[in-house]
């Protein structure tokens, strides 16, 4: 496909009496004054909100997920996930925030960025796309929360930049995040997530920051920073931070994106505990908060029952406590989808209504609205909204409440004056070599040592010279420049298994499949079959804890055992072989059974009795003496 122009808008600049460049927006020959960059980004939203339509503000309030299509193109075709073709929601709905899944390369994420953008044009104000995102650097390809890094560069997942604990690590990642994202014109980013990885069996505690609430509230801080800066502006990326008031204490470790996971529960009383990042996020500016799905059961807030429905339906929670108390005046995005069922293909994934499954889609959003929420997440439905207002049922004040918000954020990302991205930029800047060396070093530095061997064994870390390696979960291709490669256990100095902390394989509703939940526990054939292994060679285990796992039965005859949080073959073998010297401290506590998971309160952290490897648990290595190429320069 031929390369399109670098930056384009289809409106020529304008010249005001004054000479003053301005885009002609609404296309009426004179500067408005929200379109004047000189006054200030409040002004010029309280004058840009006066000239709206009911249609127009209703499209500010909805924020669906969006594909591309084919070399950047735009997807005029409904796809998996997107309900409708992009003209009909931009055009035709009026709406102009929009979640971004799958993208291309850098250069055709960049073109479709400026075809949005085109496209937006059109409308009545040329209201510009804010368009968002899931986290998409590290390793976890899941379309109901992140996705694999593709052509950005790399890093462990927010687990793992937690492991390393470092707040510079966490910035720097931020930083660089938010160059890649800016670079194709992602201007929203849909995290950092701050629950509490207190329930073992989570299925959410990757993107995470971890069980400890002041490491969590200290991280968050650095992230903003990175991705905002001090203040919102046109190299800022703006920071839905989630979920309030914190979803990591789901009974029995369900996830409320299921019906059976709706419950979110505190018997350990530790409620304040989970909410204290927030409380950071919002001294800091967070742009947005996103409430969870759960539904709270059994909470008291200042000796008042909270009502037991979803967080999004919740007014004490969102009125009362993050807009009254805590002080919040920033947008509140709700999750995903709390109006409507999602068909997609023959499964279905029941709307997130916990408490209010019998009200209609009317009554829903009219609850929504009432709880003090500013935009429906995964919904297209404003039909619905505008009949409320016409109803009388929903005062259109309430709207522009809503709506001041959010063109707010527009205005101080500088979107109105210059939303488009350059196609050249876009391509040098995401993914170069600088980042990637960056995000690889900041993987090996994650792996955290849980057990190491005796002195005397093959399987010691770090390991030295150029041994015969049997792999398992690991590309023999990435062994070079390390060792051999045998597939035969006996020829072999070592053994390297990589594993993924175990889950319960489960594929009824939609998404579900993606989300690991259920026993910790490793199947025992595996478990028989690594022991008969252990006997023929040293064995190193590697355990991928995108959540916890019960490591009890590995110990007894593994050499050494390394949990990881999102690592390339790589930069695995550089921190085994001291390359780079891996320096992860456990970011959540290891249990010794599920009995004593069973047991624990899901909002207490580090509550299993006796764990196998506590919360901050990780060796040091030995320096690496032996000669060898070195990654980390």
Known sequence: MPSQPQTRTRLALSFADDGTEYRDLNGNGIMDPYEDHRLSPLERTEDLLSRLSLEEKAGVMFHTVIETGPGGSLLETPGNISKSPTSTVVLGK????????????????ARWSNSLQELAERTPHGIPITISTDPRHAFIENSGASFTAAHFSQWPEPIGLSA????????????????????????????????????????????????????????????????????????SVACTTKHFPGGGPQRDGEDAHF??????????GRFQEHLAPFRRAIAHKTSAIMPYYGMPVGLELDGEPVEEVGFGYNKQMITGLLRGKLGYDGVVLSDWELVN??????????????????????????????????????????DLLINLVRDGLVAEERIDESVRRLLLVKFQLGLFDNPFVDEDEAERIVGNAEFRREGRIAQSRSVTVLKN????????????????LY???????????FGSVTTNPDEADVAVVRLIAPWEHRDDLFLEKHFHAGSLDFPPGLIARLRSLAARVPLIIDVCLDRPAILTPLTEFASAIVGTFGVSDPALLDALFGRIQPQGRLPFELPRSMDAVRASRADVPGDTANPLYPFGHGLDLPQRTSPGKQTES
Request: hydrophobic share 35%; with cysteine.
């Open 471 to 481: 792999v398992e979960g690991l590309d023999p291709a990435n062994v070079t420049g």
């Open 453 to 468: 061997g005796p002195s005397n064994s093959r399987a010691r870390l770090p390991l030295t010279g150029s041994p015969s």
């Open 259 to 268: 019906p059976y996971g709706r419950e979110q529960v505190y018997p350990g």
């Open 164 to 235: 390393i604990g470092s707040l510079e690590q966490i910035r720097r990642f931020a930083d660089i995040a938010r160059q890649e994202y800016t670079a194709v014109g992602i201007r929203a980013a849909l995290h950092p997530t701050v629950d509490l990885a207190t329930e073992p069996r989570w299925c959410r505690q990757a993107g995470t920051f971890g069980q400890d609430s002041e490491l969590s509230s200290q991280y968050v801080v650095e992230y903003l920073q990175g991705f905002q800066g001090d203040t919102l502006g046109p190299g």
């Open 341 to 382: 069922d999602n068909l997609v293909d023959d499964q279905v994934l029941p709307a997130r209504a916990w408490g209010v499954e019998d009200l209609s889609a009317s009554q829903r959003m009219l609850k929504i609205l009432n709880s003090g929420v500013d935009q429906f997440g995964g919904e297209e439905c404003t």
């Open 94 to 109: 009026l709406m102009n925030h929009f979640n971004i899944h799958g993208l291309g390369t850098a250069r055709e994420a």
